[in-house]
């Protein structure tokens, strides 16, 4: 848990080292990427800066994909162009950070993580090539950067109950609610599939005697067995054993296992499956409530409108904001670096779990001028 609190904190905070920045008159330096006002970020660094980052993100080297690899490198350069556009306003804004504030939030994971060890920290960050004081400029960093952010979109007004309507009635189309099914199940592995670490070979005695199991299991329920109970006892799923099976509200959009999730939507309410084979085992399914599908009213779909909304609003403050400082401090790229993209540059990872969901997880770096317009309104903190 501890190293993958530090990873975290890897993911939205960023380092700048003394070396990386240097004063400089109106020209660009020729050992410098990119000016900002009266700062340019070197070459050396900022190269560096990108090694580093690619290693934490799991990016392809240059060799490997040169398109990503260039992607990212633009998406480092514009965080560091956001960040000091932000730093270098901060005292106009009435915006600090206290080294107070800053040891506030490492106390925090170390009494939250690491039971107030700090050594346990030091040495979880030594791993990931980094030292407290490291972590403390991290911290400065991102929080000084949020508050330029929040005070920057302090007076974007609310969404008005007219924007609201006209938003709603404009896009109608994504407030339809698909039919969903509550379902709940237990599940019935192979024997030789239970233990993940098996290499032994499941043979079809084994998906006899599970399924044998399974029409036990569901011979039990009809009779008026307790599925808290039977889930319990039987279910090789863990996720929902303890749950009384219970998978929770699905939809028919390919989440579950094909098998699993047409059984699901060919039930009644309340009735019990026969065993359903999937690559998992056997299932013994229930529908226990049907939510039919329907659109949305305006009512319920009100707050989220106006979240949106002000989302939007923020975004295009801030990314009016940044625009009238890069004009009023002056931002010169290096020739070869003035085409800045935000794309995706991690893959999705899909595993299955044992209910027959399919998990995707997906990670995406953005820069934080650039994530205004795609995904956040808030100045992503980590680079990129």
Known sequence: MAKRVVFAILLFALVFGAASMAGCGDAL????????????????????RVKDFAGQ??????????????????????YLVTYNLA???????????????????VDAILDGYYGGDQQALVDDLAE????????????????????????????????TDADIAAYYEENKDAFQLEETRTVRHILIKPANSVADDTTS????????????????VRNLLIGGGDWTQLAAEYSDDTYSASRGGDVGAIEENGEMVPEFEDAAFSLKAHEISEPVKSMFGYHVIQVTE?????????????????????????????????????????????????????????????????????????STATSAGQTITTTDTTPTTAAP
């Not at 206290?98 to 939030?105: I, S």
């Not at 043979?203 to 599970?210: E, I, P």
């Not at 409108?305 to 931002?331: F, P």
């Open 29 to 48: 330096p020729g050992d410098a990427v990119v000016k900002i006002g009266s700062i340019a970020v070197k070459e050396d660094a900022f190269n560096q």
């Open 57 to 78: 993100y799991g990016i392809a080297d240059k060799a490997t994909d040169p398109e990503a690899w260039s992607a990212f490198e633009a998406q480092v350069l514009e």
């Open 87 to 105: 730093a270098q306003n901060a005292g106009k804004l009435d915006v600090s950070v206290t080294d107070e504030e800053v040891q506030a939030e």
């Open 128 to 159: 990931a090539g980094l030292t407290l004081d490291k972590l403390k400029a991290n911290y400065k960093e991102s929080m000084l950067l949020q508050r330029v952010y929040e005070k920057v979109i302090e007076d974007v007004e609310e969404p």
């Open 201 to 216: 070979e499941i043979t079809d005695a084994d998906w006899a005697d599970a399924l044998t199991t399974a029409k036990k």
């Open 290 to 362: 049907i939510s039919e599908a329907r659109l949305e009213t305006l009512e319920e779909a009100r707050e989220s409108i106006s979240a949106q909304l002000l989302y939007e609003k923020q975004g295009e403050a801030w990314l009016k904001w940044l625009d009238s400082m890069k004009t009023e401090l002056g931002v010169t790229y290096r020739e070869d670096m003035q085409t800045t993209t935000t794309v995706s540059t991690e893959p999705t990872v899909t595993t299955n779990d044992s209910t027959g969901a399919t998990v995707e997880e997906e």
